[in-house]
């Protein structure tokens, strides 16, 4: 894989600014990475735990459950150690991981150290991303800079899907988690080509609570909830109900690979639409189609069935969560002194929506194993991403009159 450079960039965006493209080039070697192994992730757990789908779920419920409650404490340490030091950090804790995952079988019952590896690089890496991205994104190009970011990561991870079921295929999974932990490391680099940046997060935990709670953002959090849920089926169920249908690593990896080179197609157009139309016009096109589209999936046989209902139901997905994220950016990054709030507002409400509905989906299966019926619970979920636009961009008058007050807001 060619590291995408400044240049690459620059074409990719007129918009382009040196700060997203460090961010840009560090996210698409780690998303190969990730990408090699990430939709084989659920699976491996799904075979250490002998086929139990509940124990599977129930375990990415504690790590999506415990990532939303200690969020606040991630926005501590991201002002501790300011928002590249976060992003570097967090990848000792992901080598840690994928090195647990690798020698599951010989930990035993310590393989609930992998709690911990992935709990802690969540907390360092996510929060510090999207203050980042808030931070240096534009409002009313955020539709756009959203799909960029997207075409570099799929242009990065298109093939990675298919190299990783082929080196699982001949190889096995320690080869393969021995590139992925290699590739993180690298993906790093590109952070520290200009100088760190600090940010002062202020909330304790109770007070992060009363934030996520407040009465006037309760339809953005309650859509961050629905978006947290409906990943959760995109995560973990899509790939089990695939390997279920008998369908080999490489035909898995390949199926993943070719949707995203034709998403890429997607993302562009759909990335210009957004600041074109608004985004919350597009949002709520694309949140029905993406409800639509989920269904499909409960018909797939074969894996040329898979491919098509895969690639069809990206278009609905990126339709749906491009302009989703740009109206959180432009939510999150208009004032800096709510964007690290928000953005910890974001984790809370996103993973503790996540975790209680796998609970739930953990307790169904333990009276069914037709995993085909949680994609038509999806479509559901996917129409509550409208709910994001219901808001008025709140900021608290107090904090109005402290950001104004000899400064502009950010983005403008």
Do not use: C
Request: hydrophobic residues 55%; neutral net charge.
């Amino acid at each position: 894989m060619a590291l995408l450079t400044h240049g690459h960039l620059a074409r990719l965006s007129p918009h382009f600014n040196k700060e997203l493209g460090e961010l840009y080039a560090s996210t698409a070697i780690r998303g190969f990475a990730i990408s090699l192994v990430g939709i084989f992730e659920p699976i491996y757990i799904f075979l250490f735990f002998d086929r139990s789908i509940p124990l599977t779920l129930l375990y990415f419920a504690i790590v999506s459950i415990l990532f939303g409650v200690l969020a606040p404490f991630g926005g501590k340490m991201l002002t501790r150690l300011g928002i590249k030091h976060a992003m570097l950090w967090s990848v000792p804790f992901l080598f840690l991981y994928f090195l647990a995952l690798w020698q599951i079988e010989k930990l035993g019952i310590f393989f609930l150290i992998l709690i911990p590896f992935h709990v802690m690089h969540n907390l360092l890496y996510w929060p510090a991303f999207h203050i980042d991205f808030a931070r240096f994104s534009e409002q009313g190009k955020r539709g756009k800079e959203v799909g960029v970011a997207n075409i570099v990561i799929s242009l990065a991870s298109a093939f990675g899907p298919l190299v990783g079921g082929l080196v699982i295929t001949f190889f096995g999974f320690p080869e393969l988690f021995a590139i992925v932990l290699a590739l993180l490391f690298a993906s790093t680099i590109p952070l520290f080509l200009s100088q760190e940046i600090k940010e002062e997060y202020p909330d304790d935990f109770t007070q992060a609570f009363r934030e996520t709670l407040k009465k006037n953002r309760r339809a953005k959090v309650a859509a961050l909830g629905f978006a947290g849920a409906e990943f959760a089926v995109h995560a973990y169920i899509w790939p089990l109900y695939l390997f279920m249908l008998a369908i080999s690593f490489e035909e898995l990896g390949a199926i993943i690979s070719s949707a995203l080179v034709i998403g890429m197609i997607f993302i562009y157009f759909i990335g210009k639409a957004s600041d074109k139309m608004g985004p919350e016009k597009l949002l709520t096109i694309g949140s029905i189609l993406n409800a639509v589209f989920w269904p499909i999936k409960m018909f797939v046989r074969t894996p040329f069935d898979a491919f098509l209902a895969h690639t069809l139901h990206n278009f609905g997905s990126y339709s749906a969560f491009i302009p989703f994220a740009a109206i959180f950016y432009d939510w999150a990054g208009k004032y800096k002194t709510t964007r690290d709030r928000l953005v910890i507002v974001r984790e809370i409400a996103l993973n503790v929506s996540r975790g209680v509905f796998l609970l739930f989906l953990a307790l169904v299966f333990l009276f069914t194993d037709n995993l085909a019926i949680v994609f038509l619970m999806a479509g559901f979920l996917s129409l509550g991403f409208i709910l994001m636009k219901e808001d008025p961009m709140e900021i608290d008058p107090m904090e109005i009159a402290k950001e104004t007050a000899g400064s502009v807001p950010e983005g403008s």
